[in-house]
DNA sequence: TTCTTCATGTGCGCAATCGCACATCGCCGC
DNA sequence: GCGGCGATGTGCGATTGCGCACATGAAGAA
């Protein structure tokens, strides 16, 4: 059963009973509808109207017909409505991705966002991949660093997330603490896994230190910060999430170099709805209240 | 929300996750798929895939066209199937209209029809006016004499209806019966009002008789029948009705000429279909137990 | 009856739409 | 790393399908 259009003009043509005045429902010609109707009954190889002069008289299948497609018609403008609507109402689902280190401080927002606009349905999703937006996998992500300029992509800045070097107090029970860059020699250090880490504090990291002095390396930054809260060396910790463990004792503070700027990615073409933008503008307001910075 | 096509396209998109696998499925080219999905997000100035070079991944408002557009063309296989196989099926409405003369007659039949295929409604209609196949008011009409030839109408010869002059008893009580043609003078007739009537018995009563002796007319069948019955004169009845009322006395036997000749008239494109050609078929088998022109 | 109106049906010319070709871009495998 | 493959996107020529005009027929009104 292909061709959907020749089945609304037969529609049309059941429901008024005439040729001409589905064409003007239509806003085609009458000739059209003709047409479509012998198409439509030739290949259904049944008729589906009478003819005769005075207009088309549906048969017992162009009845059937009558009642399948108004409900088709029905369904298609509620459709129509929905989708028209829908970019200008807050509701539906919210697909937000944010590395994990990050997860904790945007859960209240989501929260909060959830219970301002009860029609939304929120997925806050935090894997070890990237999730891309060009594939329509979420509306918006929460992504760290100067990552790669995907095309189509509409970036942000939205806050700078200060980072020092911490170390457990058994490390420092155990090993002493340098206090400056100098004394670092003999000190072991934890630090990401990954060689080709864009984080600019793991690259100083690096440069800074002898090789054999990083003894615990991990791929996952949750494992890296439990790695120094154990003692298992001197490491970079986010400043607001040492705050709140009186455990951590602060190595050397949090320098602006180290920072790292924490972006808002979203897909052009969702950035401009409503739903997107209600976030975003709620995403800002929670974040002018982070003391990240201080 | 017109262009139904359109909306069948995006929903082999959505459903494939590819223009070139909906291009396929839709036996077009797939440039004709991306004109389409582009014509319809600017008609709803809403986005309902995601591009990428992968294939096209379905929004949430494409999502919902899917599940939309899934059922319409179920319901459109269901429909197409069931149009196509009811020609061949004997299932349904079967409308049916005579002349009242004969609706006592035809009743034993359309019941034996309705049981032998428990799956058909039947309609019978008799009325005073005349149901217009070509309007598609009834599927076969049983009609007598020579009426206009309708173009569009296959017409067949079902039966010749003897009919003969008749009187009641309590005629025959008050002025005697003649015993021929010649003896007519001083007798009171029972006749058609219609000056126009086609049925040639009663063409032949008006040439036989004086106008004067015409002393009761009627426009309804039944009403002359019914006048014949209570003694109003002498008039034509069936032989086949006149037979159950054994107050009915024969005055003159049924000659040829007055025979009245039943017609099975359908509409060309109805008669093709099985459902009638069953209906044709059952209604001969029992036409040919009729004693009508014993 | 005759005229008017409103319907269907058809030939013809044109335009919107389709198919084809090619360009381009990602992804996967060698 | 790089070449092939399969996807999307676009310009151009061909064709389907459209609108227009007119013929035709039936029903109702004067």
Redesign the interface.
């Known amino acids: 059963?292909?061709?959907?259009?020749e089945?609304?003009t037969a529609f049309q043509v059941a429901r008024l009973g005439t040729v001409s005045g589905a064409a003007d429902v239509?806003?085609v010609h009458h000739a059209t509808v003709i047409r479509h109707i012998d198409s439509l009954e030739k290949r259904?190889?049944?008729?589906?109207?009478?003819?005769?002069a005075?207009g088309y008289?549906?048969?017992?299948?162009g009845r059937?017909?009558l009642a399948?497609a108004q409900?088709?018609?029905e369904?298609?403008?509620?459709?129509?409505s929905?989708?028209?609507g829908?970019?200008e109402t807050v509701a539906?689902?919210l697909v937000v991705t944010s590395i994990s280190g990050v997860a904790d401080l945007l859960t209240p927002v989501m929260v909060s966002f959830q219970k301002k606009y009860p029609g939304v349905m929120v997925r806050f999703l935090t894997d070890m991949r990237v999730f891309?937006l060009?594939?329509?996998e979420a509306h918006v992500a929460i992504r760290a660093g100067a990552g790669p300029e995907e095309p189509d992509n509409v970036v942000q800045p939205l806050v700078r997330v200060r980072t020092a070097l911490y170390a457990a107090k058994s490390y420092a029970d155990e090993h002493g603490l340098p206090t400056s860059e100098a004394e670092f020699a003999g000190h072991r250090f934890v630090c990401t896994d990954a060689e080709a880490t864009r984080a600019p504090f793991y690259r100083w990291l690096r440069a800074s230190v002898q090789p054999e002095q990083i003894t615990y390396a991990a791929s996952e930054p949750a494992a890296l910060e439990a790695a120094v809260r154990m003692g298992a060396g001197i490491g970079f910790v986010m400043a607001f999430r040492a705050a709140e463990d009186p455990d951590l004792i602060e190595v050397l503070p949090a320098r602006p170099e180290w920072e790292s700027p924490l972006r808002i990615v979203t897909?052009v073409?969702?950035h401009r709805t409503r739903k997107v933008q209600a976030f975003l503008a709620h995403l800002k307001d929670a974040a002018k209240d982070w003391k990240l910075c201080s």
């Open positions: 059963m292909d061709n959907w259009d089945i609304r239509l806003g259904l190889s049944a008729k589906l109207f009478q003819r005769h005075r008289t549906p048969t017992e299948a059937d017909l399948v409900t088709t018609e369904q298609f403008a509620h459709l129509s929905r989708i028209k829908q970019g539906g689902e891309r060009d594939y329509g897909h073409d969702l």
